[in-house]
C-alpha cells in the first residue's frame, strides 16, 4: 500500500501549480493537468524535483511580485 | 472403496455426507441442515382429484418415498428402499402450510424420512412434500417436482430416476490435487470483516435481495454459465473486502435429478489481481469449476484431511459458500411456494436462486455474533453492483470496480455537521480582537505571571514592529527557541503580526536537529534568550533576538497593519519521522485560521474556556491547544516545566480554574491513575487527548476517574494541520476494537480509508486513511518531490464537493471505517504484514497484548529467521507474567492467524540513539532465556534426576531450577522421565501430578528424597478461585495439560482439577471395570466437594467415566452439570453384537500375521493376556480391526511412548468400555461435539438417552476429536454452559 499498484504515473498540476503523480491508467481528476509521459513513480517525482522550484502557490507569486 | 457396500443384507452403505447429517441428528442438533420443503402450486385449472392422483402417481415413482434407514450394530446407518414402505399421501389446511413442513421431525432408525400432502385453497391446490436432509435434498426434490409436473399434464415425464448412488470410486486418488491447494499457504480462505470479539455462534441471521429486473433478466437468460459469473462476481468482493489476491471460498452443487442427497460443496481458488478484467476473472473461474468438478470428492474427506493439522482453518474450503440453484421449469399453471435450501454452513452461506418467473434472489444466511447485519446488507449490494459492472464493461479492472457509491462515500467521509461561517481573518487577527474588546481579561497564566489579553496584544506588537524593521514579512520563517510560556506565547504572535511564518523550536532538543532546522527552513530572525546562544550554529545568517534585551523597546503597541492573505505562510512545523532528518511542513493561514475556528466549535469552547495545554510547542497540537481559547477571549494555563507530576497537574487545575485539558495519551493514563488513587481528580468541562493509540482499557480509565463529561480524542498527522479528526464523545462511552475511534474529519475536510488502488474500502475493510479538503498543508519546505509523492490529487472532491484540483494527504495510518461512520485506527502501513496469505495489522494484536494485566508496552514483529516467517509478540511486563498465559489470552481473543507462535515478556524494550524502540536488537523467541547456564545440581540425587531429564527433553543446557515444561518437556516425555525415576527410586509412587506440582529437579528431588510424592491422581489445574469446582476426566492417553487452555479460559475465579489417565499408570492391571478405574477420582470429589456444587467435563472416552463417577457420587455431590465433549461409544470395530465379516481366506491369513506377530514382539506377555481376556466375538473384531489398519502391526514397545504401547492400550480400554453399560441417570449434560467427528459419522453418544436433563449437542465446526479441547470457539461455549450451571450459586 505504501506504493500503489500500478506501475506507470504521470506528473500532474494544478491550477494553484501544486504538483503530484497520478496513476498513467486513470482518467486524471479535474482541476488537474497531466504535465509528463507515463514513467515509473520515481522518475515522475523526481521530475516534480527538478520543476517545481516554487512552493507557494501561483497567486500568491503574482500578489508578491 | 466401491460406490455402494451391501451392508448385511438390510440395504447400502451411507455416503459420507449422509452419515454426516445422521451423525448430527443423532446428537439432536440437525443445522446446518434443514429439513427440505418443496411447495408447488397448482391453480384452479385442476381439479382435487387429479392434483391427488398426480400426487399419488409421483410417491409411486419416486424411491424416496420408499426409503428407510437402519441402525447397526455400533451405530453405523445403511439405508434400503422397499416397495412395501411406501408413505401415504396426506391432507393439511393451506395456511401455515410451508411451516408446516419445515417443522417436521422423523425418526432415522426405520421410520419414513419423508412426508407427502395435499391442500386446498381459493387459488388452487398446493401440494408438499418435507424431507429430512439424510434422504434427499434439492436434487430429490426437483425430481420429485418435475415427476408431479409430468403426471399432471399427462405429458411423457423422464423415467424415475435410478437408485444409483453418487459415485463415490477412487475419491480417494484425487486427494493429493486437491491437498496440494488447500495446504498452498499463498491461499487464504477468504473472509468478510468480522465484528469486533463476535464468535462464530449457532445463531444465524438472514438477509436478502432481489436483483435489479434488468440485471436479473440478463442473467437469467446466461444458461449454465451463470454460476461462474456470480463466482467471479463473489471472488471479486471478497478479494476487495479481505485484501487477499489469492483467496478460496466453496462452490456448492447438487444433481439435477437425484434419488439420494447428492449437495456437496468443493474449494475455488482464485488469483484476482486488482488489474485483472472482469472478463479474465470470469474465465479463470470457469476453468477452475470445471477443473474441481472433473476430480470431485466428497467434502467431507479433504475437511477430515485438513482437520488433522493444529491450527487449520475451521473453514478449510471456505468460509463463504455460494450455492447458485435455478427452479426447474414447470408447466404454465404450476409454480413454486417453497424450494429447499442447502445446508447454511460456514460463516456465510449465499444461494443465488434464478426463479422461474425472471427474479433473481441473494439470500445471505451467516454467524449472527460474526457479522452485522448491516454489513451483509451491504455485501449483497456490492455483488450486485460487481455483477453488473462486470457485464457492462467485461475489460474493467477488478479492482476499479466501485463498491461504494457516491452517496455512501460522501456520507462516511463527511465531516461533523457545522453550518456556521468562518471569520476569514488570520489567527493573530481574532486574538487581537479581544485585546480591543476585553483587554483586562486573563489571557495567560504562566510560570506565576498572569497576562492579561491587552498585555499579550501590546508586547506582540512592539517585538512585531521591531521584526517589521528586520525586513520580516511574508513568506519570511522567524525561529522561535524559547521554552514554552508567557514569552513563546507572545513571541510567536509577534512573528504572525509581522507577517511571518513562525519555526517553533525546542532549545532543549539536540542541537544537530536544531541546526538543522535553522538552516533547512531559511530563518531570518531567531527570537530566543541569551542563555540559548550558545546552541545556535556558528555563521547562521539571520537576525537574533534576545527576549531578554526587551527588543520591542520603544516600538509602537498599536497592531501593525500588514494584510495577510489566505494561501500566505503561518507556520513551519518540523515532524520527527522515525528515519532520516525531520521535514519542515508548511502550513498556510486561510486553513490554519478556519481549522481552529471549527475546531472551537467541535470542543463547544467559548470565552469561558480556560485551557491547560500538556502538549510540547515542537508538536503542532501543542498552539492549536492555546489559540484556540484565546481565539475565543478565554485563556491558557501554560505549564512552564517540562514534566509536572499528576499532582502539579491537577493542582495547577484547581488552583486557576481550568475547565479544559489537553494531554498526550501516555501521559493521560498517569493522570488517570493517580485520580483513582486518590479521588482528586478536578472537575472539568473537558479532556482532549491524541498522540497514539488508545486502548480500551485506558479509555475506561479516563472515562471513570477523570471527572470530565466530555472527551476528545484527536488525530492528525501535521501535514493535515492539527487534529483533523476527532472523536468526540461523551464520558462513559464504550467502543467496539483495539483502539479507541478517530472519529471523523473536523472542518472542511473529508477522512477517506482507501485501497491501494485508491478505491474507497467498504465499511470494516482496512485501508489507508487519506484526509483531503481545504485543511491539508502546503507541503515539505525544499522537498518538492516528496510533497508530490505525500499530497495526491483529491480524485473524489469533484463529485462530492464541487472543488476541483484538490488534493488529500495520504498519512501512512491504516483505519477502517465503523458502521457509526468513524473512523479506527489499526497501525502504520509500513508495519503490516502478510503471512499465509493474510494481511495483518500487528496494532490490533498489540493492543490485545496491553490488555492483559501487567502489560505496558507491546510490539508485534514477523520475523524471519532461518527461512520461515513467523508473529512473534514482545511484552513488556514484570516477571511474574508469563509468556504462556499471555498466549492464552491471545488464542481466547484473537482469530487464529493473528496469534503469534511466540510471545517474549521483556523487561523493557531495547531502544536506539532516537528513543525509539529498536526492533533489530529484540531477541529471538527460544526455549527460555536465563542468566547464564542453568544452575547445576547440588547431590548426588539431583546430577541423578537432572541427567534422565536432559536426556529425554533433548536439552543440555537445563538447570536444576528450570521448568520442565518451559524447558520443552511434553506430555508423554513426562512419562517416561517418570518411569526411569521409579526404576531408580523403587518403592516411589511418584505420579504425572507430583511432577505437576513440582516441575523442578529441584523440588521434584526434594519430594523424592522426602517421601513425599504421593500417588496422587488429580492435578489442580486452578487451585483457586470462588465457584465449584470442575472435575476434568481423561480421555485415552491424554495428559492433563491438555486442559491448560481451558483453564486459562474459564478465567482466574474458576478452579479446575484434572484426573491423571489411567491409561498413563505404569502399571497394568487387566480387565478392570470402568467403576474401579473411577474409583480414586470418586474418593477425591467426595473428601473435595461432598455436599457442595460442582462439574464434571469428560473428554472422549473420559465422558464414560464422567457418568459413572457421577453415577457412583448420585445424591452425594451437587452436580450441576456434566460436560461431555465428544464423546463417542466403540463405533462397529468392538461393539457387542456387532460381527464383523471377512473375504473368503481372510481370516485365516490375518490370524497367520498376528501369529507371526506375536512372536517377533517383546510386549508378548501383555499381548497374550490382553488376547486371553477377549470373547470369541470380541477375538473376531479384534482380527478386524487388525485387518482394517493400514500400516503393519508395531512392534516398537513396550515403551511409554511407542506406537505399539498406545495400540496396546487401545485394545485394552476398548475391552473395558464394551463391558460398560450406561445408566440411567437424572442429571444435567451439557455436550459438544467436533465437527470433524460428526463429518466421519462416528457414532456419538446420545445423552439424551440416558437421562431427561441432557440437552442436544452443539456443534462445535472446523475441529476434531483431539484439538476440541483446545479450540477456542468450543471453550466460548463450554463456559457460558457452566455459568448457566453454576447460575445462583
Request: charge should be negative.
Amino acid at each position: 500500500m505504501t506504493q500503489p499498484g500500478p506501475d506507470q504515473w504521470i506528473c500532474v498540476r494544478n491550477s494553484e501549480g501544486r504538483w503530484s503523480v497520478w496513476p498513467a491508467d486513470l482518467p486524471v481528476p479535474a482541476g488537474w493537468q497531466a504535465e509528463s509521459a507515463p514513467a515509473d513513480r520515481g522518475a515522475c517525482l523526481a521530475e516534480i524535483e527538478a520543476r517545481w522550484s516554487d512552493p507557494r502557490p501561483e497567486a500568491l507569486q503574482e500578489a508578491m511580485a | 472403496m466401491s460406490g455402494t457396500q451391501v451392508l448385511e443384507d438390510a440395504g447400502v452403505e451411507l455416503t459420507p455426507g449422509e452419515k454426516q447429517v445422521c451423525a448430527h441428528d443423532q446428537v439432536g442438533q440437525l443445522a446446518p441442515y434443514g429439513v427440505q420443503v418443496l411447495l408447488l402450486r397448482a391453480d384452479a385449472r385442476w381439479k382435487t382429484a387429479e392434483v391427488r392422483q398426480a400426487a399419488d402417481a409421483v410417491l409411486n415413482l419416486h424411491p424416496v418415498f420408499r426409503a428407510r434407514l437402519h441402525r447397526l450394530a455400533g451405530g453405523e446407518m445403511c439405508r434400503s428402499e422397499q416397495a412395501e414402505n411406501r408413505i401415504g399421501l396426506a391432507e393439511r389446511p393451506a395456511k401455515g402450510l410451508e411451516a408446516a413442513l419445515a417443522g417436521m421431525r422423523f425418526d432415522l432408525d426405520g421410520g419414513a424420512g419423508a412426508f407427502a400432502c395435499v391442500a386446498a385453497d381459493a387459488e388452487g391446490h398446493l401440494f408438499g412434500v418435507a424431507l429430512h436432509p439424510a434422504f434427499g435434498d434439492a436434487g430429490v426434490l426437483n425430481a420429485v417436482a418435475l415427476g408431479f409436473a409430468h403426471a399432471l399434464t399427462g405429458e411423457a415425464g423422464a423415467a424415475a430416476p435410478t437408485s444409483a448412488a453418487p459415485a463415490a470410486e477412487a475419491v480417494r486418488d484425487q486427494l493429493p490435487g486437491w491437498r496440494e491447494m488447500l495446504e498452498d499457504a499463498a491461499c487464504a480462505v477468504a473472509r468478510l470483516p468480522h465484528r469486533h470479539g463476535g464468535s462464530e455462534d449457532v445463531a444465524r441471521g438472514c438477509a436478502e435481495q432481489g436483483l435489479k429486473p434488468a440485471l436479473a433478466d440478463t442473467l437469467c437468460r446466461e444458461g449454465a454459465g451463470v454460476e461462474a459469473r456470480f463466482a467471479a462476481a463473489l471472488g471479486i468482493v471478497l478479494s476487495r473486502c479481505s485484501g487477499q489476491r489469492d483467496l478460496r471460498f466453496a462452490t456448492g452443487s447438487v444433481r439435477a435429478q437425484a434419488v439420494r442427497r447428492s449437495e456437496d460443496i468443493l474449494p475455488l481458488r482464485l488469483q484476482i489481481d486488482p488489474g485483472s478484467s472482469a472478463a479474465a476473472v470470469l474465465e479463470q473461474v470457469q476453468a477452475e469449476l470445471a477443473k474441481g468438478r472433473a476430480r470431485t470428492v466428497p467434502s467431507e474427506f479433504l475437511v477430515q484431511d485438513m482437520l488433522r493439522r493444529e491450527g487449520a482453518d475451521r473453514h478449510p474450503l471456505g468460509a463463504v459458500t455460494l450455492h447458485v440453484r435455478r427452479d426447474a421449469p414447470l408447466p404454465d399453471g404450476l409454480g413454486f411456494c417453497a424450494v429447499p435450501e442447502p445446508a447454511a454452513q460456514g460463516e456465510l452461506l449465499l444461494l443465488v436462486r434464478l426463479c422461474s418467473d425472471g427474479r433473481v434472489i441473494l439470500r445471505a444466511s451467516y454467524a449472527r455474533d460474526l457479522f452485522e447485519p448491516a454489513l451483509i446488507g451491504r455485501f449483497l449490494v456490492h455483488l450486485e453492483r460487481v455483477l453488473e459492472a462486470g457485464l457492462a464493461d467485461p475489460e474493467q479492472a477488478a479492482g476499479r470496480i466501485a463498491l461504494l457509491s457516491r452517496e455512501e462515500l460522501g456520507t462516511l467521509s463527511a465531516p461533523y455537521e457545522d453550518g456556521a461561517v468562518n471569520d476569514p481573518r488570520a489567527v493573530h487577527e481574532i486574538i487581537s480582537d479581544h485585546a480591543r474588546q476585553t483587554p483586562d481579561k486573563t489571557a495567560l497564566i504562566s510560570g506565576g505571571q498572569e497576562w492579561s489579553h491587552g498585555t499579550l496584544n501590546r508586547r506582540a506588537n512592539r517585538l512585531a514592529h521591531r521584526l517589521r524593521t528586520l525586513g520580516v514579512g511574508a513568506e519570511v520563517p522567524v525561529a522561535v527557541m524559547v521554552e514554552r510560556g508567557n514569552e513563546a506565547v507572545m513571541a510567536i504572535l509577534a512573528a504572525l503580526k509581522a507577517g511571518g511564518a513562525f519555526v517553533p523550536i525546542d532549545p532543549d532538543h539536540p542541537e544537530s536537529r536544531n541546526h538543522h532546522i535553522l538552516s533547512d527552513a531559511g530563518v531570518q530572525a531567531v527570537i530566543t534568550r541569551r542563555r540559548h546562544l550558545g546552541k545556535l550554529p556558528e555563521g547562521l545568517k539571520a537576525r537574533i533576538l534576545c527576549l531578554d534585551d526587551d527588543p520591542g523597546a520603544g516600538q509602537p503597541e498599536t497592531d501593525p497593519d500588514v494584510p495577510i492573505r489566505r494561501d500566505q505562510m503561518a507556520y513551519i512545523m518540523y515532524t520527527s519521522g522515525s528515519t532520516g532528518k525531520p521535514k519542515g511542513v508548511a502550513v498556510e493561514h486561510g486553513p490554519l485560521s478556519d481549522h481552529l475556528q471549527d475546531t472551537a466549535r467541535v470542543y463547544e469552547m467559548s470565552s469561558e474556556s480556560r485551557e491547560l495545554p500538556f502538549l510540547p510547542f515542537s508538536s503542532d497540537g501543542g498552539h492549536e491547544r492555546w489559540m484556540n481559547p484565546l481565539m475565543m477571549g478565554g485563556s491558557a494555563v501554560i505549564p512552564d516545566g517540562p514534566l509536572w507530576t499528576p499532582e502539579q497537574s491537577f493542582a495547577a487545575m484547581r488552583k486557576y480554574g481550568c475547565n479544559n485539558a489537553s494531554i498526550p495519551t501516555s501521559y493521560l493514563q498517569q493522570l488517570a491513575e493517580w485520580a483513582s488513587e486518590t479521588g482528586e481528580g478536578p472537575e472539568m468541562r473537558l479532556y482532549s487527548f491524541g498522540g497514539e493509540g488508545l486502548a480500551q482499557a485506558t479509555f475506561d480509565l479516563l472515562s471513570r476517574e477523570l471527572r470530565a463529561p466530555l472527551l476528545i480524542n484527536g488525530y492528525g498527522p501535521t501535514e493535515t494541520i492539527m487534529t483533523p479528526m476527532v472523536w468526540k464523545v461523551r464520558a462513559g462511552t464504550r467502543f467496539e476494537g483495539a483502539y479507541a475511534p478517530l472519529g471523523r474529519a473536523v472542518g472542511n475536510r473529508r477522512a477517506y480509508v482507501l485501497d491501494a488502488q485508491l478505491m474507497p474500502c467498504p465499511v470494516g475493510v482496512v485501508g489507508e486513511i487519506h484526509l483531503g479538503g481545504e485543511g491539508v498543508a502546503r507541503g515539505y519546505v525544499n522537498r518538492p518531490g516528496t510533497t508530490a509523492d505525500r499530497f495526491i490529487p483529491d480524485p473524489f472532491a469533484p463529485e462530492l464537493d464541487g472543488r476541483e484540483g484538490a488534493r488529500m494527504y495520504r498519512s501512512g495510518d491504516l483505519g477502517r471505517w465503523r458502521e457509526d461512520g468513524t473512523i479506527e485506527f489499526l497501525g502504520r502501513v509500513d508495519h503490516q504484514v502478510k503471512l499465509n496469505g493474510y494481511r495483518i495489522e500487528p496494532g490490533e494484536i498489540e493492543a490485545a497484548l496491553l490488555q492483559q494485566p501487567g502489560v505496558s508496552e507491546a510490539l508485534v514483529l514477523l520475523r524471519e529467521d532461518g527461512g520461515e516467517k513467523r508473529l512473534v509478540g514482545y511484552a513488556v511486563a514484570p516477571q511474574k507474567v508469563q509468556e504462556e498465559q499471555l498466549m492464552r489470552a491471545l488464542e481466547a481473543q484473537l482469530p487464529r492467524h493473528m496469534v503469534p507462535s511466540a510471545i517474549v515478556v521483556l523487561e523493557r524494550m531495547p531502544t536506539n540513539a532516537n528513543a525509539k524502540v529498536d526492533r533489530a536488537a529484540l531477541p529471538l523467541p527460544g526455549v527460555r532465556r536465563r542468566a547464564g547456564q542453568g544452575e547445576a545440581p547440588a547431590g548426588e540425587a539431583e546430577a541423578a534426576v537432572l541427567a534422565v531429564w536432559r536426556e529425554e527433553t533433548g536439552n543440555p543446557d537445563m538447570g536444576v531450577t528450570d521448568d520442565f515444561f518451559d524447558m520443552g518437556g511434553r506430555s508423554l516425555t513426562a512419562l517416561k522421565v517418570l518411569a526411569r525415576m521409579r526404576k531408580a527410586w523403587p518403592g516411589t509412587a511418584l505420579t504425572i501430578a507430583d511432577l505437576f506440582d513440582a516441575p523442578t529437579v529441584r523440588a521434584l528431588t526434594r519430594r523424592l528424597e522426602a517421601g513425599d510424592a504421593t500417588g496422587r491422581q488429580a492435578i489442580a489445574l486452578r487451585g483457586t478461585g470462588s465457584r465449584p469446582m470442575l472435575y476434568c476426566f481423561p480421555g485415552l492417553l491424554v495428559s492433563t495439560r491438555e486442559y491448560l487452555r481451558l483453564t486459562a479460559y474459564l478465567g482466574e475465579d474458576q478452579p479446575v482439577t484434572g484426573f491423571l489417565c489411567h491409561s498413563l499408570n505404569e502399571e497394568k492391571h487387566l480387565n478392570v471395570a470402568v467403576q474401579d478405574v473411577v474409583a480414586p477420582y470418586v474418593d477425591h470429589i467426595r473428601r473435595q466437594s461432598a455436599g457442595r456444587p460442582c462439574a464434571f467435563l469428560g473428554w472422549s472416552w473420559g465422558g464414560l467415566l464422567a457418568w459413572e463417577a457421577a453415577r457412583q457420587l448420585h445424591g452425594e455431590v451437587d452436580l450441576r452439570m456434566i460436560g461431555m465433549v465428544d464423546v463417542c461409544d466403540l463405533g462397529r470395530d468392538f461393539a457387542p453384537g456387532a460381527v464383523p465379516r471377512f473375504d473368503p481366506g481372510e481370516r485365516e491369513t490375518l490370524e497367520a500375521e498376528l501369529r507371526a506377530w506375536l512372536g517377533k514382539t517383546r510386549m508378548r506377555a501383555q499381548w497374550d493376556a490382553l488376547i486371553g481376556a477377549m470373547d470369541a466375538l470380541c477375538y473376531e473384531q479384534f482380527l478386524r480391526f487388525i485387518g482394517n489398519e493400514a500400516e503393519p502391526l508395531p512392534f516398537d514397545g513396550p515403551e511409554v511412548s511407542s506406537r505399539e504401547h498406545t495400540f496396546w492400550v487401545l485394545i485394552d480400554n476398548a475391552l473395558v468400555f464394551r463391558q460398560y453399560q450406561l445408566a440411567q441417570l437424572d442429571v444435567p449434560v451439557a455436550s459438544f461435539s467436533a465437527g470433524d467427528t460428526l463429518s466421519r459419522g462416528l457414532s456419538l453418544v446420545d445423552w439424551r438417552q440416558v437421562s431427561p436433563r441432557a440437552a442436544p449437542a452443539e456443534v462445535v465446526p472446523g475441529t476434531n476429536h483431539l484439538h476440541i479441547i483446545g479450540d477456542q470457539l468450543f471453550h466460548g461455549r463450554f463456559k457460558a454452559a457452566l455459568e448457566r450451571a453454576f447460575e445462583g450459586v
